[in-house]
């Protein structure tokens, strides 16, 4: 995709600039002219294209493939405020690192082109903060805006009621657009125009009894998912996403899943859907304020009457309203991970958003009652600090064509898919994955462009770019090496890819990665929040990741993205009646 998205009159901004950079030889900031630059970002190179006069940046735009929601929407901030300030002093969006650095790697490039030291643009003024006027006063304040808060936010606007949403990180969309696979729901309209679905006899109570054989799961929210989750799909129809019914085999719960429903067409369903609820937001016109970290419910007298929040410059805002807490789980809170769950202590988390448990404190603090917070999803192979889940081709993602080596640079286990505990149970709960030229393809191409994946000449140039030693690498990659010579793993007993690692050598380091939170604040049919007697807590309600009872201790596949988007329509709904909407 190309984005040509902002051209300032160089007049107009370097009128409010600060310091600017040294001149060039011919007199001018820049050498006049159009310079073009690339670097990696998450999903590929970032094409930068700048164009300059003799005393400004005047224009940029820019190619990727960087995703919808969260990529585009962050380079478009950064575009919007090096043109405002012609300074490349400007911070990543929150939730899309790896996007800015990418396109910041690139636009320094075409700043040297222009002949101009990017260092020079470098330098912030020494206060950059700006006081804003916020409107704090909705029937509703809904914190979070991924799939639970967007769908609320929406459907409360549509019933007349006025809302405000705090979203933390920079973007739309929160740690939903990382869901793989598909939505689950029942007796959608194109679901009922399929005949295998019809001729199965799947219904809402065919999705009850999937959604049932979960451990925990509470009766009354799983009937009021699967009694409007057919609702929901006709919804995110009518925003046009164009799904399609994808029935598959649950081995886990050893069912047929009838329920599933996939829209691919930006890459992954949750993406999809984001991308088509995004723009309906924005087309509604419904306020939201970035880079806002709510922190505390205000409270009077046991009711919930608003929201204490820090803005991007750190000041106090109070919003008031009923409050909706759609902030998802805690993967980025290392510290809850571990209190609730100690096998888990060492986890890392392939969550982008940062999700780091405010919504479920804030709800404690209230003295609002949980569910199942132990009950935590792994994933077996996650980048640590990039929030990426390994694709399955990949070595050290499901399939066993690489070696596994602690920070000792020792194998540990027979490499491959369920190895998670192994894998925690290693220094820190990090590991390194390394393979030869045979494990490289365009994806790993890009990643090593990244600098997610590194690369040697041989094991000690590898290790060294690693962080492990060099010498016990070498003499691991040997051992296997020669073990393997008959067809067996005697070390492990692997019994797959029995190939020796040589030649140019490939690493990274990965983790078993907390990936989806089953467990957090009890909640009603209603989606409001009870406390520890069973009570709601009046003017507080909850949606999404955030809550627990829905899928007890076990998440079924689809219904993840179900929980959010259908019971955030529930609560925009009950919210906008409750304020005589």
């Known amino acids: 995709m190309k984005k040509t998205l902002l051209t300032i009159s160089a007049a107009l901004v370097l009128a409010?600039?600060?310091?600017?950079?040294?001149?060039?030889?011919?007199?001018?900031?820049?050498?006049?002219?159009?310079?073009?630059?690339?670097?990696?970002?998450?999903?590929?190179?970032?094409?930068?294209?700048?164009?300059?006069?003799?005393?400004?940046?005047?224009?940029?735009?820019?190619?990727?493939?960087?995703?919808?929601?969260?990529?585009?929407?962050?380079?478009?901030?950064?575009v919007e405020q090096i043109v405002s300030t012609q300074s490349l002093a400007v911070d990543n969006v929150s939730g899309a690192t790896m996007s800015c650095e990418g396109f910041m790697n690139a636009m320094r490039d075409t700043v040297t082109q222009a002949g101009a030291d990017p260092d020079a643009l470098g330098t912030k003024e020494e206060s950059t903060a700006r006081e804003t006027a916020y409107d704090t006063e909705a029937d509703i304040i809904v914190v979070g805006a991924g799939a639970a808060g967007m769908s609320a936010a929406i459907a409360a606007t549509d019933e007349g009621a006025k809302v405000i949403i705090l979203e933390k990180s920079g973007t739309l969309g929160g740690n939903t657009v990382c869901a793989a696979n598909g939505i689950n729901a029942?007796?959608?309209?194109?679901?009922?125009?399929?005949?295998?679905?019809?001729?199965?006899?799947?219904?809402?109570?065919?999705?009850?009894?999937?959604?049932?054989?979960?451990p925990d799961a509470r009766p009354e929210l799983v009937r009021a998912f699967a009694e409007n989750s057919g609702e929901t799909i006709n919804w995110l129809s009518s925003l046009g996403v164009n799904f399609q019914v994808d029935i598959q085999n649950d081995e886990r719960n050893e069912q047929q899943n009838w329920y599933m429903l996939k829209a691919e067409?930006?890459?992954?369903?949750?993406?999809?859907?984001?991308?088509?609820?995004?723009?309906?937001?924005?087309?509604?016109?419904?306020?939201?304020?970035?880079?806002?970290?709510?922190?505390?419910?205000?409270?009077?007298?046991?009711?919930?009457?608003?929201?204490?929040?820090?803005?991007?410059?750190?000041?106090?805002?109070?919003?008031?309203?009923?409050?909706?807490?759609?902030?998802?789980?805690?993967?980025?809170?290392?510290?809850?991970?571990g209190k609730y769950?100690?096998?888990?202590?060492?986890?890392?988390?392939?969550?982008?958003?940062?999700t780091t448990g405010e919504g479920l404190l804030m709800a404690l603090e209230a003295g609002a009652d949980t569910a199942n917070l132990d009950a935590i999803q792994t994933f077996?192979?996650?980048?640590?600090?990039?929030?990426?889940?390994?694709?399955?081709?990949?070595?050290?993602?499901?399939?066993?064509?690489?070696?596994?080596?602690?920070?000792?640079?020792?194998?540990?286990?027979?490499?491959?898919?369920e190895i998670p505990d192994a894998i925690l149970a290693q220094d820190k709960g990090e590991v390194y994955c390394v393979f030869d030229e045979s494990g490289m393809n365009d994806t790993m191409q890009s990643l090593l462009k990244t600098g997610i994946i590194f690369s040697g000449e041989n094991a000690e140039e590898l290790a060294g770019k690693l962080g492990i030693d060099g010498a016990k690498l070498a003499e691991t990659i040997s051992s296997f090496n020669e073990d393997i010579a008959d067809g067996t793993d005697d070390a492990f007993g692997r019994d797959k890819n029995l190939n020796p690692i040589e030649g140019t050598l490939y690493g990274y380091r990965f983790g078993v990665g907390a990936h989806y939170f089953m467990g957090g604040v009890l909640i009603n049919e209603n989606t409001e929040v009870l406390d520890t007697e069973g009570n709601p807590i009046e003017g507080l309600y909850a949606a999404g990741e955030v809550t627990g009872g829905f899928h007890g201790t076990f998440r079924v596949?689809?219904?993840?993205?179900?929980?959010?988007?259908?019971?955030?329509?529930?609560?925009?709904?009950?919210?906008?009646?409750?304020?005589?909407k």
Do not use: W
């Open 341 to 354: 769950n100690e096998h888990l202590a060492n986890a890392v988390t392939d969550e982008v958003a940062p």
């Open 380 to 417: 077996p192979a996650v980048i640590p600090g990039y929030g990426m889940i390994l694709p399955f081709s990949l070595p050290g993602g499901f399939t066993p064509d690489a070696l596994y080596v602690n920070n000792s640079a020792e194998r540990f286990t027979a490499e491959g898919f």
């Open 265 to 337: 067409e930006n890459g992954t369903t949750a993406i999809t859907m984001i991308a088509h609820v995004s723009d309906a937001l924005k087309e509604k016109g419904i306020t939201v304020y970035y880079n806002m970290d709510a922190y505390q419910l205000v409270m009077d007298q046991g009711k919930v009457t608003g929201v204490k929040a820090k803005d991007e410059n750190g000041s106090d805002v109070t919003f008031s309203g009923k409050v909706l807490l759609a902030t998802g789980g805690f993967g980025q809170n290392s510290e809850l991970v």
């Open 16 to 78: 409010g600039c600060g310091s600017q950079p040294a001149e060039t030889s011919g007199g001018g900031l820049f050498k006049a002219g159009t310079y073009t630059a690339s670097a990696a970002g998450r999903n590929g190179d970032i094409k930068v294209t700048a164009t300059f006069t003799d005393d400004a940046i005047s224009e940029i735009t820019y190619e990727s493939e960087e995703t919808a929601t969260i990529g585009v929407p962050a380079m478009d901030t950064l």
């Open 186 to 214: 029942a007796d959608a309209d194109v679901q009922k125009e399929n005949d295998q679905y019809n001729d199965a006899g799947a219904g809402v109570e065919g999705l009850i009894d999937l959604q049932s054989n979960n």
């Open 557 to 580: 596949d689809g219904s993840g993205l179900g929980d959010s988007f259908t019971f955030g329509r529930i609560a925009g709904k009950v919210m906008a009646e409750a304020s005589g």
